[in-house]
């Protein structure tokens, strides 16, 4: 027998019925059905993919905000202005 892990889930009642119900027709037990289900599942799922390129050019555009000169004049409103609107 190979090792497996114990993992505790909660599922809908008709979701137990019906797995009971394909367990018992196909003749195994309800955790080899989850596990089934999680193989197939699990082989659909394509993780998201990094746009490395995308977050580099980011970075670069944070760096160059960052080294921009004070806007001259600065701002016309104080923080507490806004809560009074």
Known sequence: MSSK?????YIEP???HLLKAIAQQAGVSEAEIIRQA?????GEITPPQTNLAMWEAEREFIEQIKTRPAQLGGRDWQ??????R
């Not at 999680?38 to 699990?42: A, K, Q, T």
């Not at 923080?79 to 009074?84: A, G, P, S, V």
């Open 5 to 9: 892990i114990r993992k505790q889930i």
């Open 14 to 16: 008709r979701q137990e």
């Open 38 to 42: 999680i193989d197939l599942h699990l």
């Open 79 to 84: 923080r507490e202005d806004l809560y009074e």
